[in-house]
């Protein structure tokens, strides 16, 4: 049954390995499935906790894993897996690896079916709770000042909990919605509403929990409810694409600028999560609980009345739509399909289609034709699809308010869109062959408010001072000296500076308006006369910093903040191609999650501070948040730092052609439970020089070696 506590059972069986330094297991992978199966999704989840390529498949995976000692966790599987597929080597037959190595795999499922398929040797089933247990936790989640004041409030929170009949999340949700509720009157109408709702919670019995779910979305205040439906629709999605979600159906309201917007979201998305209808993750990734994302569906439907409303279609990845499966499109006001191939022309007008988004990396071609029957939508998104192009009728679309193109393989925008006159919002992200949009299109575009053409796309320098009158927000590609001297007049959001020769010296405080800018992202590239970056101005927003091929770089200077207040934010810094002599400015950055160095041919420490500032700077704690530390190409490389780190959350170490080195740089007993996998070649793992006092645990690993080895020092 869903929502009785298999995933945090799961979770916490994933964190005790972890706190003992992986129970003598190399590796520990917790990896969330889900209801829409796809075997390429598992196996480029997989991947990405392997440090693999995004598109590894099976043997990739299996070469990695086949001489490793793993555990693997599957949180909600709905159908059986064939492991051997995914790339597991337990499953293979003919091998000794399973006398060798220890390989365990644990999953949870709502089916017994499921598990006999699984050939499980061991099924735990996990039950409701018992009374006691069941008001422990719903007093956990619920204002205990207010039950313990009043003997009366106190005896209806125990018949509000027992409307749970022991479900851990009916508990946590309704907990959390009475957690604001202070008076005797209104815990008396919340008792009488769940009681009138003549729905009682049936163990097995799913539907039973939706309805006495929903009291938590009825408690959220009118303006926030529509945001917690489409978010449901989008689980999966970063907060930012979510943001952007919100903006395009208008449910974050006017904004001066986009900060202003994104705050706002925050604020939204904190009460989703205290609520406990979405979870973000450390990696700002929202998702929802089957049995919440159910009941959203089902409200969205009217309570199931009227299941055209919403329409999410997800497919095999092989599907092609035809126009019999468009015909429940007819009505809809809403429509998600996933993972399809080929879309054809409806043959019906869509007269109520608001809402349409396709995401799938199969689907290469729009048919022309295909928006001459959706003659009402307002929001469009395409993100993630393989499209080369737009056909022209995408003029058809004339109430159009947003189009999201990101990660799409389209070489250029069609002047057909200058018939867009009601388009506030062009998202064309990471468009490989972008380029520059073309002519006069942009200046007709009078209600554009946010546009985003980062990192590829890029406008005439004479457009921007037209477009800097009306937009909010933009993201773009800066390749002259003539778009440079006007970002300090323009919101700008990301950046991609590069192939700009005669740029000598950089202010940050001159990239993005004063008062409205909000730049988060930015890239630095190939600008062969750059000597200094002046760091200058108030603390920033900055997520993400790339600086690549910057050769004459010598100095980043910081006139007005400490970097850790400059880029309190920054949680992904890449340097490659450049020779700056120490990198020591990023040891205590606060977010800092991901490090990449790579190709600096002069450097020979990373971090290096003077012998009379060691003890100072090693009062503060030194990465406190970097799990991922990536090395390469480094051929001068002596050392990574002249004094002992901490490093307490570093879990990755990756090492490649840096041939002059030969220490780690870890602390004597940091934390006796850490595991750092190191990845690297066989030559320099076995050069390497161990200290016995060095408390984290090292696993080694050469995914371009096929006849890798595992260590633990």
Known sequence: MGGVGKTTLLEKIYQSLLDDANMGFDLVLFIEVSQNFMLEKLQKGIAKKLHLASFAGKEDIFNVLKTKNFVLLLDDLWVGVDLADVGIPHMYSGHNYTKRYKH??????????????????KGITVECLEPDEAWDLFKDNVNLDVIESNQRINEIAKEVMNECNGLPLALKVIGKAMSNQRTLQEWEFILRSLKDSGTKIIPGVEQSVIPILKFSYDNLPDNIKDCFLSASMLQGKSKYEILECWMGLGLIGDFVYLQEAYDKSEYILNILEKSCLVNVSNHSVVRLHDVIYEMAMWIASYLGMNKKKWIVKQYGGVAKLSTDNTQNCRFAGRVIIDVIMLVPIFPHRCSNLLYLMIHSHFLEKIPEGFFRQMPKLEYLDLSETGIKGLPKDIKCLVNLQYLNISFTNITSLPEE????????????????WLGKVVDGLMPRLHKLKVIDLYPTGWVKPEELKILKKHVKAIGMCVESEEVLQQLSCLPTTQLCIEYLDNLISLLFDTLSHKNHGFLHSLQIRSCPNL???????SATHLNDLIIYDVQNLQNIIWPDLLPPQFFHMLKTLEISKCNLASFAWALRLPCLFILNIEDCGETETLFYVEEGEIQQISEWPMFPALQSLFLRKLPKLVSISNFALDFPQLS????????????LPFKSGINGCQMININCERKWWTSLEFHAHLSPHYVWSDDSDAGSISYSA
Do not use: H
């Open 531 to 537: 000597e200094k970056l002046v760091m200058n101005g």
């Open 104 to 121: 365990k795999v644990i999953f949870t499922t709502r089916s017994k079916d499921v598990c006999a398929w699984m050939g499980a040797s």
């Open 417 to 432: 869109l200058v018939y867009l006159n009601k388009l506030q919002y062009l998202i064309c992200r990471n468009v490989r």
């Open 652 to 663: 990755w170490l990756s090492v490649r052609q840096c041939p002059k080195l030969k220490k």
